[in-house]
RNA sequence: GACCCCAUCGUCUAGAGGCCCAGGACAUCGCCCUUUCACGGCGACGGCGGGGGUUCGAAUCCCCCUGGGGUCGCCA
């Protein structure tokens, strides 16, 4: 019986989701679905200065946005330093630690020396055999072996071998006693039986240290998957320079879960030539052995593409439902549910985003008073007749019923011998104040009687004022 | 600078020695549909970084070069 996998994800509260964490996050939440396994979330927040609970809040509201729910944790390690401290003596007294009393100015100095000098920048040992005990500004660090090598499989990369005499002695507790990121992961990890560590490829060169460190606590090694970096349109890493960088920031712009979830898996990961996959698909065809090795570009192009594609095939009603925030934030006063629900079947299939929906519906929520200019391009007076008779047909129907406007205007047609297309355009700016809009017949059923006779009347009477 | 990693269209990728004078998707550009704009359909443009090997045969294997990324913190 194979060992039952357990993934992790472990955000550290020092700001927002990052879109590459959260790529990293639905692996291992992927894979953890994929195998039957556990995912768990534990929030690593060591750094005291850095860490906030408003960060580990967004985090998470952000993970549960997208759907990627945990089944342990979260855990805090802030909540687990004795735990840490019982490990770190037991190094220290296996003489696989020491305390160093080298201060942050020093070292910083001799790194720089190093640096000029074309050397690796590393802690050179100093303390290494002074035999110090705790003391004031000291921290702990761990004794790695000087020689040999290390090297361990990972998943996506394969092997990755270091010579040891390029690590140097990490430190394990700072001077202000809380554990560092290197000891409290590897702790945590084994602790809370974590089988497969998927994290991003900045972490291949803290890994080393990391096994050298479990072997040293007794520990059996986990599997390792490093996941490629998501870089920018100039391949760079992804920064606020590319744009909107936190999972936050899509949502509030109006996209949808889904759609970046699907985005986000197609980086460095992909089946066959499939683009679109459901939840379910994704759960059954993820695997890390289908993660590439090289490094993504972020296109937001391709995003828009997908929040677009879910946009005008999802469920319509849920997706009026979740349109209010961002009338509200227009400033309109939140129509009833029904209403919304035939706007975003109006509009949905020319709006790649919910707050476009919004923008590019403006007149569902309120008249749009047309630019003189239209008005004058488009409302002639030589209209005023037609216009005067479609008001009048108009009046007498239920306009809510798209066939009976299309009747209507049908007829009216034949009476007149009036081609339609004479007719759309400055209907539809008198029904939407512009040029670009739904179907003439959609928009009417849907602003229905109440809001299309006054439009059709206000354009009518500046028909007749140019007569 | 040192070390680690990576390298197929502009971008995401398929491709695990012959099925590939390289397939799909986004973007771009045409055409069709059409009440505007879209959607949709059809088509075009566009790539195996370079050089050596291995092999009957290489996008696929090996080496070098070049290019790119990552790390070198009392951050994670």
Known sequence: MTKNVRTRFAPSPTGYLHIGGARTALFAWLYARHTGGTFILRVEDTDAQRSTDASSRQILDAMEWLGLDWDEGPFYQSQRLDLYKSYVDKLLEEGKAYWCE???????????????????????????????????????????????????????????????????????????????????????????????????????????????????????????????????????RLSKRHGATSVTAYKDMGYLPEALVNYLVRLSWSHGDQEIFSREELISFFDIQDVGRSAAVFNPEKLIWLNHHYIKTGDPHRIAGL????????????????????????????????????????????????????KADFFKPELAGVFRSLVARFEKIDLSVKEQAEESVKGLLEETGMKFKVLAQPMRIALTGKTVSPGIFEIIATLGNERVIPRLKKALAYMEGQE
């Open 102 to 236: 080298c201060s942050p100015e020093e070292l910083e100095e001799r790194r720089k020396i190093a640096l000029e000098k074309g050397g690796k920048p590393k802690y050179d040992g100093a303390c290494r055999t002074k035999g110090l005990g705790p003391g004031p500004g000291r921290v702990v660090r761990f004794n790695l072996p000087q020689s040999g090598i290390t090297s361990f499989d990972d998943m996506i990369k394969g092997k990755i071998t270091v010579d040891n005499s390029e690590l140097d002695d990490l430190v394990l507790i700072r001077s202000d006693g809380m554990p560092t990121y290197n000891l409290t992961v590897v702790i945590d990890d084994a602790l809370m039986n974590v089988t497969h560590v998927i994290r991003g490829d900045d972490h291949v060169n803290n890994t080393p240290r990391q096994v050298l460190l479990y072997t040293a606590l007794g520990f059996d090694l986990p599997v390792f998957a490093h996941v490629p970096m998501i870089l920018g349109a100039d391949k760079t």
């Open 323 to 374: 349109l209010p925030d961002f009338i509200k934030a227009r400033g309109y006063s939140v129509p009833d549910r029904t209403y919304l629900d035939r706007i975003v079947q109006d509009v949905r299939e020319r709006t790649k985003t919910l707050e476009e929906i919004v923008d590019f519906g403006d007149f569902y929520f309120s008249e749009k008073e047309p630019p003189e200019g239209l």
